[in-house]
């Protein structure tokens, strides 16, 4: 019968899918591992590749490119971005979820061990600003943040395919998440504990998405 041909692949197509995702996710930790200690630029990808005891090739078809294997978790958070706006609840508007998501404490500014989290910053950031390939695919990133948030707005508004707002606004926010990501690595660069950044962080950032709620348009004027 097909339901029973389909039920017997079920399980080994789970066990496939779950044993892909080990070996993404343990060759994307090996490249971290190293990057971290040696800079971006000081690892190649067939040193990844031993780390991980795959085959350079394997590194391949899980990650395309070297810049891939550091922004392995870019296209999660792209998704869980995305997300994040489209199921925010009735009534909410886009910017006020996307600051609700954006202002959600993350990765090194989450955790308890004051000393951990300034450490794990201040080696990312340093990876990242002396790697001239990282900052370009981070442009990159953003750009496609920018272009995917602005056709969801578009779709939701059912906006024109000429219509320019919801790419102004879909430019607006990510330009307030780029702001407040340059903001976290010049205090961490400048030596600033993790705690003391966060808290700045989240005062800038309600101001940040306060000036875009109001308009910009007595926003700066010339006296």
Known sequence: MPGS????????????????????????????????????????????????DVAEKTVFNYFPTKEDLFYSRLEAFEE??????????????VIAAFREFVMKQRGALQMDDRDQATGQLRAISRVITESPALLARELDVFARYSESLAALIAAETRAGADALEPRVVANALIGVHRALIDYVR??????????????????????????????????????
């Open 5 to 52: 041909a389909t039920q017997a692949k079920g399980p080994g197509a789970g066990l496939r899918d779950r044993k892909k995702a080990q070996t993404r996710q343990a060759i994307a930790d090996a490249a971290r591992r190293l990057f971290l200690e040696r800079g971006f630029e000081g690892v190649t990808v067939a040193e990844v590749a031993r780390e991980a």
């Open 80 to 93: 869980e971005l995305l997300d994040a706006i489209r199921e925010r609840e009735s009534g909410q508007s």
């Open 186 to 223: 010049q205090r961490t660069l400048a030596g600033d504990a993790a705690p003391d950044i966060s808290r700045a962080l989240r005062t800038r950032a309600r101001r940040a998405f306060a000036v875009l709620e109001q308009g910009l348009g007595d926003y700066a004027v010339k006296p």
